[in-house]
């Protein structure tokens, strides 16, 4: 059995009415991309190309968004819902968790390989995965009773019990102390994992609904975990310091998000599904507001996002026939780089810094004399 921790009461938080959302840009690049190959997640390889993870269709997508080039690879077996998640493993290769499959997947970019193994007992089981720091992966329970572990050293799959099922959770987040957080979706609990000694433990919602809360979280700087809202009319935040949540107001709705991604300037970004808007959430100040997009609303745009090396995020594509990308605007990526250069320039001055050197043109007498004391310089150096 579960074991249940409590949560403080937390109540709902105002946010301002606006943020910054004019500081990003948003663009597509058109790869035709057909609608029955729709897409469900996207891994960055460490060569800079971006895995698609195939929800529905027989291929796997391979984008790189340095040349634009998109291409399609594999010969999949069709199923409905196939994969919900993608995870980069230490050795190289993809493992995409299974949904309505019973096969765990496996990608091998520098082959464009393709496998299978045995999975979970059942079908419509799990809702993303989550790199542990032992390497593992831990599959986030949706419509099934466990939460599974794969571990690519051995190629093999566990699990151990979870929740009740019924769409439980969608998405998790490695925290900072090793847990992982389960979002959640249709539960009425927080979902927690701790890989060691591999328990699962729930932590109630005070005030819950009963549909499609939330899909998928992001890692703050602070340490805390943004839930995206999906039909939720909060933005949850999560502090794995002491197990509680607080909420800040806003108004998606009807599906509006599907995941986030940290930007660069540590603000959030909301991916749309079905809504005709970006999301930009603000932790630092509370804010949310929204970029308008060049699409009909109900329509599923994007399944989440792919934070680049240099700062884009990567839109992957559900119903569109495009790929999305958000930058920060010239302007803001000037400040950026203003801003990274006069750190680099301050952390190059402490190293060079020597209180023997400086003293020769920088101290008085006085000064010189007290550092000596301390044995830091010469009291005797002179210019």
Same mark, same amino acid.
């Given at each position: 059995?579960?074991?249940?921790?409590?949560?403080?009461?937390?109540?709902? #938080?105002?946010?301002?009415?606006?943020?910054?959302?004019?500081?990003?840009?948003?663009?597509?690049?058109?790869?035709?991309?057909?609608?029955?190959?729709?897409?469900?997640?996207?891994?960055?390889?460490?060569?800079?190309?971006?895995?698609?993870?195939?929800?529905?269709?027989?291929?796997?997508?391979?984008?790189?968004?340095?040349?634009?080039?998109?291409?399609?690879?594999?010969?999949?077996?069709?199923?409905?819902?196939?994969?919900?998640?993608?995870?980069?493993?230490?050795?190289?290769?993809?493992?995409?968790?299974?949904?309505?499959?019973?096969?765990?997947?496996?990608?091998?970019?520098?082959?464009?390989?393709?496998?299978?193994?045995?999975?979970?007992?059942?079908?419509?089981?799990?809702?993303?995965?989550?790199?542990?720091?032992?390497?593992?992966?831990?599959?986030?329970?949706?419509?099934?009773?466990?939460?599974?572990?794969?571990?690519?050293?051995?190629?093999?799959?566990?699990?151990?019990?979870?929740?009740?099922?019924?769409?439980?959770?969608?998405?998790?987040?490695?925290?900072?102390?090793?847990?992982?957080?389960?979002?959640?979706?249709?539960?009425?609990?927080?979902?927690?994992?701790?890989?060691?000694?591999?328990?699962?433990?729930?932590?109630?919602?005070?005030?819950?609904?009963?549909?499609?809360?939330?899909?998928?979280?992001?890692?703050?700087?602070?340490?805390?975990?943004?839930?995206?809202?999906?039909?939720?009319?909060?933005?949850?935040?999560?502090?794995?310091?002491?197990?509680?949540?607080?909420?800040?107001?806003?108004?998606?709705?009807?599906?509006?998000?599907?995941?986030?991604?940290?930007?660069?300037?540590?603000?959030?970004?909301?991916?749309?599904?079905?809504?005709?808007?970006?999301?930009?959430?603000?932790?630092?100040?509370?804010?949310?507001?929204?970029?308008?997009?060049?699409?009909?609303?109900?329509?599923?745009?994007?399944?989440?996002?792919?934070?680049?090396?240099?700062?884009?995020?990567?839109?992957?594509? #559900?119903?569109?026939?495009?790929?999305?990308?958000?930058?920060?605007?010239?302007?803001q990526a000037r400040r950026r780089a203003h801003a990274r250069t006069e750190a680099v320039k301050a952390e190059l001055?402490?190293?060079?810094?020597?209180?023997?050197?400086?003293?020769?043109?920088?101290?008085?007498?006085?000064?010189?004399?007290?550092?000596?004391?301390?044995?830091?310089?010469?009291?005797?150096?002179?210019?």
């Amino acid at each position: 059995m579960a074991a249940i921790r409590e949560s403080p009461t937390a109540g709902p #938080r105002a946010a301002p009415d606006s943020c910054d959302a004019e500081t990003l840009t948003y663009t597509t690049v058109d790869v035709n991309i057909q609608r029955n190959y729709y897409y469900r997640s996207g891994v960055l390889l460490a060569d800079g190309r971006i895995v698609f993870v195939p929800g529905t269709g027989t291929t796997i997508g391979l984008f790189n968004p340095d040349t634009n080039e998109f291409s399609q690879v594999g010969n999949l077996s069709n199923a409905f819902h196939k994969y919900s998640g993608g995870v980069l493993l230490r050795d190289g290769r993809v493992v995409f968790v299974p949904d309505n499959k019973r096969k765990i997947g496996l990608f091998n970019p520098a082959t464009n390989a393709f496998s299978t193994i045995a999975g979970p007992t059942c079908f419509g089981g799990y809702s993303g995965g989550v790199l542990l720091n032992d390497g593992r992966v831990v599959f986030v329970p949706s419509n099934t009773r466990t939460v599974g572990i794969f571990n690519p050293a051995t190629d093999t799959y566990s699990e151990i019990a979870g929740p009740s099922g019924g769409a439980a959770y969608s998405g998790g987040v490695l925290l900072g102390d090793g847990r992982v957080v389960f979002v959640p979706y249709c539960a009425q609990t927080i979902g927690i994992f701790n890989p060691d000694g591999d328990e699962y433990y729930e932590i109630p919602l005070t005030s819950p609904e009963l549909f499609m809360l939330y899909s998928g979280g992001v890692l703050l700087p602070d340490g805390r975990v943004a839930f995206v809202p999906c039909e939720a009319k909060t933005i949850m935040i999560f502090n794995p310091a002491t197990d509680s949540y607080d909420e800040i107001a806003c108004a998606p709705g009807s599906d509006g998000y599907y995941d986030g991604v940290l930007l660069s300037d540590g603000r959030v970004a909301f991916v749309p599904n079905r809504g005709n808007a970006i999301g930009v959430f603000n932790p630092a100040t509370g804010s949310h507001s929204e970029i308008a997009a060049p699409w009909p609303a109900k329509r599923s745009m994007y399944n989440g996002g792919v934070p680049l090396r240099d700062g884009r995020v990567v839109l992957v594509p #559900r119903e569109s026939h495009e790929i999305g990308i958000l930058a920060l605007s010239e302007e803001q990526a000037r400040r950026r780089a203003h801003a990274r250069t006069e750190a680099v320039k301050a952390e190059l001055v402490a190293a060079a810094w020597h209180p023997t050197r400086m003293s020769r043109w920088c101290l008085d007498e006085d000064e010189r004399r007290e550092l000596a004391e301390m044995g830091l310089c010469d009291a005797t150096a002179t210019a």
